[in-house]
């Protein structure tokens, strides 16, 4: 059986600093990992996805993830964060075979001015 | 409209009652899910689908049903509601390739 760890259940940080968002999965076989985003009172959408190929993945608004498979890791960061990037992200992972997805608990991202 | 709906957005409901929640893709998808949010618990799988009438048990089945009689249609019925079921519930579909999920926006249901 799969597992995600999200370390942190909370992380506050001021407008303009970096973040990393932690993400651990243990898994016996090769796995395909995803970064989803939930802004309030909505579902969730894709960030990013780590499938195959390059193990630095980006995203379109400036978030980007490392797929370490020596440390079964899979941590989300950003060098700049906005207000506007308040959200809570949730890791998930997927073996493929039947596209099920694992989440992780979830990390609230709060941004302040 | 395009996409993947849900309804009721928002339900309440007492104990012992039977309860569906609708969930709608337009995409054809093959596989769809249910999931339900619960803070500290993170999205934990409910049940999913592989295709019209095949569904399988996820994470967290007990206490619920569902079918999939048509591809873009999944329900989950509730038989005899929980104060336990109180929680947001997520559909999901995917068009069955390695690659995301869509989600629909969800339904808030409090079971009093």
């Known amino acids: 059986a799969q597992s995600v760890t999200q370390l942190d259940s909370q992380v506050p940080v001021f407008e303009e600093a970096p973040v990393e968002l932690r993400c651990n999965y243990s898994?016996?076989?090769?796995?395909?990992l995803f970064w989803y985003v939930q802004y309030p009172n909505q579902g969730l959408q894709l960030l990013l996805k780590?499938?195959?190929?390059?193990?630095l993945v980006e995203s379109i608004n400036g978030f980007e993830a490392e797929f370490n498979k020596s440390q079964t890791s899979f941590h989300l960061r950003k060098p700049s964060v906005h207000i506007s990037d308040t959200a809570e992200y949730f890791c998930?992972?997927?073996?493929?075979?039947?596209?099920?997805?694992?989440f992780g608990k979830g990390t609230l991202l709060t941004v302040n001015p | 409209d395009a996409g993947i709906t849900q309804s009721p957005r928002y339900k309440i409901t007492e104990t012992g009652r039977q309860v569906t929640l609708m969930c709608h893709q337009t995409?054809?998808?093959?596989?769809m899910f249910w999931y339900r949010q619960d803070l500290g618990h993170g999205l934990r799988l409910i049940y999913y689908?592989?295709?019209?009438?095949?569904?399988d048990k996820g994470e967290v089945p007990d206490g619920y049903v569902v079918s999939r009689s048509k591809t873009e249609n999944f329900p989950l019925t509730l038989e005899s509601a929980t104060r336990s079921q109180t929680s947001v519930y997520f559909c999901?579909?995917?068009?069955?390739?390695?690659?995301?999920?869509?989600f629909g926006p969800g339904t808030r249901l409090t079971v009093l």
């Open positions: 995409w054809s998808h093959s596989y």
């Open positions: 999901a579909s995917n068009g069955g390739s390695i690659n995301e999920q869509f």
């Open positions: 898994s016996s076989v090769s796995v395909y």
């Open positions: 998930a992972v997927s073996r493929g075979s039947n596209y099920k997805l694992t």
């Open positions: 689908s592989a295709a019209a009438d095949i569904t």
């Open positions: 780590y499938l195959s190929g390059s193990t």
